[in-house]
């Protein structure tokens, strides 16, 4: 619960756009309720294939095609490819999932991450400068975790007819640093809940389906057709805020601070 890339993919979802995947966590990306990840072959070839895809589509592709990496993967075999699509005058999008970790492999920090394996100062890649110095001249960064916000962005820089790059940076909830902060889970104020199902299509973990009969609908006071209501469990929840943006009934409400 909590994962940034969760916002990213639903979004992608929201755009119906072509994503070319990579190995990752993220690559959990491709399942329900999500389902936004259309093929991924091998490490750091999301964006190869990309480019590939928006060679062979010419003007039919433009705004179709994206590619998700991590920061670990773009660091480790992606960049090369970003720079063969600078250079022969791509027009995909690419998104570098930057959740401060190699979160897949062990979550040991990576170059972009300012500390060795053994969690020693070390110098940091600066993403964005990086890109930058590729030639990418279209680099914005978005926190995945702000939904609305981030769709703008993504649906400016697809429409783009050149490479350009979306940093979405958050740190995993598995980080060192995340775990020792402060957390207001989240809760369902179940009587405004109408069922409308928004939260759910998140696919987080710590929202769970009631389902209702109609008599218990009617018992609690809910429209008789209402098959049912969100439940967060706060024991899960991290309160990423991420489901509050999309419920538009005020049924879900942040909560006390937990240690
Ligand atoms: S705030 Fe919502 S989406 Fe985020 S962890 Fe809690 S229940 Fe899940
Ligand atoms: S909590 Fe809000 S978004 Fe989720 S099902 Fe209930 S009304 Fe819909």
Redesign the pocket.
Same mark, same amino acid.
């Given at each position: 619960?909590?994962c940034p890339h969760?916002g990213l993919f639903y979004n992608l979802n929201r755009l119906k756009v072509f994503v070319s995947g990579d190995i990752g966590c993220y690559t959990l990306g491709f399942l329900p309720p999500l389902s936004a990840m259309d093929a991924c072959v091998c490490m750091g070839a999301s964006i190869g294939m990309a480019h590939g895809m928006d060679k062979a589509l010419g003007q039919e592709g433009l705004g179709k095609v994206v590619a998700v990496i991590g920061d670990s993967t773009f660091l480790h075999t992606g960049i090369n490819s970003l720079i063969n699509s600078v250079y022969n005058k791509g027009c995909s999008t690419v998104i570098i999932l930057d959740n401060r970790i190699t979160g897949m492999t062990g979550q040991q920090p990576n170059p972009a991450s300012g500390t060795t394996i053994g969690y020693d100062p070390a110098p940091t890649i600066d993403i964005p400068e990086l890109c930058r110095a590729i030639g990418v001249k279209h680099v914005r960064t978005v926190n995945p975790h702000e939904l609305e916000a981030t769709y703008q962005v993504l649906q400016e820089e697809i429409e783009r007819p050149e490479v350009s790059v979306v940093i979405a940076r958050f740190p995993c909830v598995l980080t060192v640093d995340e775990k020792k902060r402060r957390k207001y889970?989240?809760h369902t104020v179940v009587d405004n809940c109408t069922g409308c199902t928004m939260?759910l299509r998140?696919g987080?973990p710590? *929202?769970n389906w009631q389902p209702l009969t109609p008599e218990q609908a009617k018992a609690m006071g809910k429209k008789e057709k209402q098959k049912g209501y969100a439940l967060?469990n706060e024991d899960?929840?991290?309160?990423?805020?991420?489901?509050?943006s999309l419920c538009k009934f005020d049924a *879900?409400s942040k909560g006390e601070e937990r240690a």
């Open positions: 619960a909590g969760r889970p989240f939260c998140l987080c710590a *929202i967060i899960m929840c991290i309160g990423c805020g991420q489901c509050l *879900i």
